[in-house]
């Protein structure tokens, strides 16, 4: 799969300690495992002079407090609380200066965030997904960003997960209902 750089971001999906580091309070070896993957994508999209975005999953303390329904903190247990060491991007991911990183509160990248603002004030409209929670963070990104236009494939090499199953529905999804799937080594930019 060929990618115009000046067209494409690799979006890198909560790559942070609390899901990618073994003290992490959410922490999956897959998550860890991504790691790798996940950098070389980046380094080769950034040496074509590709888009770099990361995202945060960042929970404020109280976020949940007064909510009739949705409670990540009910479902998980507290993680990547704002401010705290779990809530920072894992020290392994080489985020410079001109990446752009956008702060999220809710498993869709796009939701009250800036993600969208960025993307189309750089004439991005193809996103290269890969991240982690691959049936989480990373399927309702992907999705978001589906239904906004852009055009969204995984990098299903690329996404860390808690089970081998969650990883396989997440992809399988992805590729029937709105997106496409890549392996890192099919990824070219021209």
């Not at 090499?157 to 080594?185: K, T």
């Amino acid at each position: 799969m060929e990618f115009d750089p000046a067209s494409t971001a690799v979006v890198v999906v909560d790559m942070q300690n609390g899901f990618c580091h073994p003290e992490g309070s959410l922490y999956a070896p897959a998550s860890e495992d991504a790691l790798g993957p996940v950098t070389d994508l980046v380094a080769r999209a950034r040496e074509a002079g590709a888009s770099v975005v990361y995202t945060r999953d960042v929970h404020p303390p109280e976020q949940f407090a007064d909510n009739h329904y949705y409670d990540e903190f009910d479902r998980w247990g507290e993680h990547v609380v704002e401010g705290s060491w779990d809530a920072e991007l894992h020290g392994d991911l080489d985020v410079r200066e001109d990446d752009h990183v956008v702060e999220k509160h809710t498993y869709d990248a796009f939701y009250q965030t800036d993600l969208e603002g960025y993307l189309d004030s750089h004439g991005v409209h193809d996103l290269l997904i890969c991240g982690t929670l691959a049936n989480v963070c990373v399927l309702h990104t992907a999705g978001s960003a589906g239904l906004r236009d852009y055009r969204p494939v995984l990098v299903e090499d690329a996404v860390g997960y808690i089970e081998d199953d969650h990883r396989e529905y997440a992809v399988e999804h992805a590729d029937w209902l709105f997106g496409e799937l890549a392996e890192r080594e099919t990824v070219t930019f021209a």
